[in-house]
């Protein structure tokens, strides 16, 4: 029940209206996969546009959680169902969007639980 996007780019890390505030777009085009999520200013410093990473979203803990860029846990906000799976959570009470165009049964089951985990390696 594991949502693994490999080969993911950072597409690019905004500021936002919120002093110390950046948003962090990651784009898997292989997976059809898209996260955008707030994060602090300290927590992006070791993340830059380009860089590729994998992002790991389970609902059990994630074995190579310490040594990811970020390891967090967040909370399921809302799923939309529909041509593919948008959902909505919070990481730290600060706003995570993941948008999958084709998910498995496997990747929609990791968000039956109120949380997940979510690792940037």
């Given at each position: 029940?594991?949502?693994?996007?490999?080969?993911?780019?950072?597409?690019?890390?905004?500021?936002?209206?919120?002093?110390?505030?950046?948003?962090?777009?990651?784009?898997?085009?292989?997976?059809?996969?898209?996260?955008?999520?707030?994060?602090?200013?300290?927590?992006?410093?070791?993340?830059?546009?380009?860089?590729?990473?994998?992002?790991?979203?389970?609902?059990?803990p994630?074995?190579?959680?310490?040594?990811?860029?970020?390891?967090?846990e967040g909370?399921?906000?809302?799923?939309?169902d529909?041509?593919?799976?948008?959902?909505?959570?919070?990481?730290?009470?600060?706003?995570?969007?993941?948008?999958?165009?084709?998910?498995?049964?496997?990747?929609?089951?990791?968000?039956?639980?109120?949380?997940?985990?979510?690792?940037?390696?």
């Open positions: 029940m594991v949502i693994r996007l490999k080969n993911a780019t950072i597409e690019s890390i905004e500021d936002t209206e919120t002093k110390r505030l950046k948003v962090v777009k990651v784009i898997a085009k292989e997976e059809g996969a898209r996260v955008s999520l707030e994060l602090p200013e300290v927590l992006c410093s070791t993340m830059n546009p380009r860089d590729e990473v994998t992002v790991i979203i389970d609902s059990k994630i074995a190579r959680g310490n040594n990811a860029k970020l390891y967090a909370k399921v906000f809302r799923i939309r529909e041509k593919g799976v948008e959902v909505t959570g919070t990481v730290g009470g600060l706003r995570m969007t993941l948008d999958l165009s084709s998910p498995t049964a496997a990747q929609r089951k990791t968000f039956d639980h109120d949380k997940f985990l979510i690792a940037i390696v």
